[in-house]
């Protein structure tokens, strides 16, 4: 995807984000773009090719991003904590009406999106924890593949807007207590002390 294209799916996806995809007809995205919607068809073919592209665009952008991280040198605590800052952020950002339009009217594409994103989710809390115990902060005895499917399963039901706990809690709450719920479980006396002295100074 070249660069005149990653601005177009950009400016495409804040339209999603602010009104929802449903809302959102092709000749709101020519107008957006300044272009008419005969060049438009020229470039996609119909607004569920548009909505794959824009929606992988994104879901690529903050994969990557969330890699940049974990290669970042940071400790696997100060990983976590990146990264926890990071979706908070993007959380917040997110219209749930996005969520909601896409896993209704483009399911299939949904699951594909999911399942990816699961995979990649899976390894990322899988080498965090290995290099946690490579750094001494993490348990030894630990089981790895069944620590990462259990945190793996409470990110994504932050995401889970059925969920009664959402309606009363804020969302960067949620976030910050899975986190130090996930840390508190799995480091050991030298990975917590790392975490409370960074929760001074980095969540007031």
């Not at 809690?169 to 002295?197: P, T, W």
Request: proline fraction near 1%.
């Amino acid at each position: 995807m070249d660069e005149k294209h990653n601005n177009f799916f950009v400016k495409v996806f804040e339209l999603y984000n602010k009104f929802g995809i449903k809302s959102v007809t092709m000749d709101d995205v020519s107008h957006e773009l300044g272009i008419s919607k005969k060049t438009l068809y020229e470039c996609i073919e119909d607004k569920s090719e548009l909505v794959k592209h824009v929606m992988q665009m994104v879901y690529k952008f903050h994969g990557d991003k969330l890699e940049a991280i974990a290669n970042s040198g940071l400790t696997a605590i100060e990983e976590l904590m990146e990264v926890n800052k990071y979706m908070t952020g993007m959380v917040k950002e997110l219209n749930p009406t996005l969520l909601y339009d896409l896993r209704k009217y483009y399911p299939s594409l949904f699951t594909e999106l999911m399942e990816g994103q699961r995979r990649r989710m899976h390894e990322a809390i899988r080498k965090n924890l290995e290099k946690g115990q490579e750094q001494g902060l993490y348990r030894k005895e630990m089981n790895i593949d069944i620590i990462s499917k259990l945190h793996m399963t409470r990110m994504e039901y932050r995401f889970s807007h059925d969920s009664f706990i959402l309606n009363d809690i804020d969302s960067g709450q949620v976030m910050r207590e899975i986190f130090i719920y996930h840390l508190h479980g799995i480091a050991n006396e030298k990975g917590i002390k790392i975490l409370n002295e960074n929760l001074k100074t980095q969540w007031i």
